[in-house]
């Protein structure tokens, strides 16, 4: 996507600095902008944008007409397509249906109504000290149900809200999910988001049932704080490759079930794997479950390529179908550096 600098407008604002980032797209960055209550005028010695990998277009623009008179510099400003917001609640003489960028900047989460924003693709919030709640995250997703375009998002604290169950469900055109220090992800919170292929939700201590499932273009996930993964969590995700929950105690079942291309894992405390947790991974070569308690029925049924996996002597299985379906007979390590033969279960 390609922010063009050369419309832009500016209304009653305060004083303020940006400090953003855009994820992705064309425009890589804005720079550090600060703002003078007494300026009453924008040139070439206010270097807004200077970071930006279209800011030779911006400052060609300043030289060629001179600097941008504003009565005021204002609570928010847009440019082209893109609308950077500096707490402010009245949006007048904001162009709406021009908006696909949304700059929320400043410790205020505006009260706007942002069904309004019919064209938005990227919402991002930035210096949010307080952080959100469930009800201004709630805005967020209703961005999604209301038929805009949402691509990506991103906000840079989220400690205060949890992720509902069904909040971004279905969401087909979301793409990338920055939620870092988010809590608690609820079930289905984002099932269905098949274009879905990166997310950023590392401070999630909990991911309740069908959270990602049908996420068929997710690649990767480390959820670092995580105890607990619920079932089907990430079923079907087709190319999912590398998972790190290594603070993860549980698994349910199938949560892994059908993640045909999931080859990297990183396991190290989980004690209980559920059932067909990791049913039909057929790209999974080796796995290491150090600290196995249990492990369920059927759980690693069907991996086809599974050639070593690690736990411990006393770990039970449940059942004699574990591996069914399983290349034989597998290494098996009762622990780094000790290993010995283990026979498939028929």
């Not at 961005?143 to 906000?155: D, F, N, Q, T, W």
């Not at 996420?215 to 995700?237: M, W, Y």
């Not at 059908?258 to 559920?274: E, M, V, Y």
């Not at 249990?294 to 574990?322: K, M, N, W």
Request: hydrophobic letters at 40%.
């Amino acid at each position: 996507m390609s922010i063009h600098l050369s419309k832009f407008l500016f209304n009653r604002a305060t004083s303020g600095r940006i400090w953003a980032q855009f994820a992705l797209g064309s425009v890589l960055s804005i720079g550090a902008a600060s703002f003078a209550e007494s300026s009453t005028s924008l040139g070439k010695d206010k270097p807004l944008f200077e970071k930006c990998s279209e800011a030779n277009e911006f400052m060609d623009f300043i030289n060629t007409h001179g600097p941008v008179d504003a009565p005021k510099l204002t609570q928010f400003v847009q440019i082209a397509h893109a609308l950077i917001v500096f707490g402010a609640d009245d949006l007048n003489d904001v162009d709406y249906q021009d908006v696909e960028v949304l700059f929320l900047v400043g410790n205020d989460f505006p009260s706007f109504d942002y069904s309004v924003f019919s064209n938005l693709k990227s919402f991002f919030s930035f210096d949010n000290v307080v952080g959100l709640n469930d009800d201004q995250l709630a805005q967020v997703s209703a961005l999604v149900k209301s038929g805009a375009p949402l691509e990506h998002i991103k906000i840079t604290n989220c400690g205060n809200c949890n992720i509902k169950a069904g909040e971004f469900a279905g969401a087909k055109r979301l793409k990338t999910v920055d939620l870092g220090n988010v809590s608690i992800i609820e079930a289905m919170a984002f099932s269905g988001c098949n274009h879905l292929y990166d997310v950023d939700l590392e401070g999630a201590t909990a991911i309740g049932d069908k959270a990602f499932s049908d996420c068929t273009h997710l690649l990767s996930v480390a959820f670092l704080q995580a105890t607990s993964i619920g079932n089907k969590v990430f079923k079907n995700c087709s190319k999912l490759f590398s998972v790190d929950a290594r603070r993860a105690i549980s698994i349910g079942n199938k949560a892994f079930a059908k993640c045909i291309g999931l080859f990297h894992t990183n396991f190290t405390n989980t004690r209980n794997i559920g059932k067909e947790a990791f049913r039909d991974c057929h790209s999974l070569i080796q796995i290491s479950l150090p600290n196995a308690e249990s492990i369920g029925g059927r759980a690693f049924a069907h991996c086809s390529r599974l050639q070593e996996i690690t736990y411990p002597d006393t770990a039970i299985l449940e059942g004699s179908l574990v591996f069914v379906g399983c290349p034989g007979p597998l290494t098996r390590y009762q622990y780094e550096g000790q290993k010995y033969e283990h026979l498939n279960h028929y």
